[in-house]
């Protein structure tokens, strides 16, 4: 079973594969039978294959994701992150989403549910965080 520190590093981990186009090591990550949900409330992408696709894409589309602070479980099954995701579909395109990871015991992805509606999304420029506005 994945300790906290594992969960919680396996959020970074995950971003920097995605963020370096790397979606074969983000593949390994994650369970042969995957299930992602993004946005949940659609259609999840199940399995390996489907999730390559659903990657590829957002490397096609030069994705970054930032996460946030991760929080886990006292089960030790879970860790739930606030992150960006910013996408350039040529337009630029922001989201601000809340996933939530359950690994299986070997430390594996295997259901992600990533939480997000059309009001934490903003086309165009990206949006600045309070945090960010007080930086610039």
Same mark, same amino acid.
């Given at each position: 079973?994945?300790?906290?520190?594992?969960? /919680?590093?396996?959020?970074?981990?995950?971003?920097?594969?995605?963020?370096?186009?790397?979606?074969?090591?983000?593949?390994?990550?994650?369970?042969?039978?995957?299930?992602?949900?993004?946005?949940?409330?659609?259609?999840?992408?199940?399995? /390996?294959?489907?999730?390559?696709?659903?990657?590829?894409?957002? *490397? $096609?589309?030069?994705?970054? $994701?930032?996460?946030?602070?991760?929080?886990?479980?006292?089960?030790?099954?879970?860790?739930?992150?606030?992150?960006?995701?910013?996408?350039?579909?040529?337009? *630029?395109?922001?989201?601000?989403?809340?996933?939530? *990871?359950?690994?299986?015991?070997?430390?594996?992805?295997?259901?992600?549910?990533?939480?997000?509606?059309?009001?934490?999304?903003?086309?165009?420029?990206?949006?600045?965080?309070?945090? $960010?506005?007080?930086?610039?």
């Amino acid at each position: 079973m994945p300790d906290e520190a594992f969960r /919680k590093a396996m959020v970074a981990e995950y971003a920097r594969l995605l963020n370096e186009g790397d979606v074969e090591g983000a593949l390994d990550l994650f369970t042969d039978d995957v299930v992602f949900e993004d946005p949940v409330g659609r259609e999840p992408t199940v399995g /390996k294959e489907a999730l390559r696709r659903h990657l590829v894409l957002s *490397v $096609e589309n030069h994705v970054h $994701e930032t996460p946030g602070e991760p929080v886990t479980s006292m089960c030790d099954r879970f860790v739930v992150t606030h992150s960006r995701v910013v996408l350039r579909t040529p337009a *630029v395109m922001s989201f601000h989403i809340i996933g939530i *990871v359950e690994f299986n015991d070997e430390g594996l992805g295997h259901h992600v549910r990533a939480f997000w509606g059309m009001t934490d999304m903003t086309v165009g420029e990206a949006r600045r965080t309070d945090t $960010e506005h007080q930086t610039a």
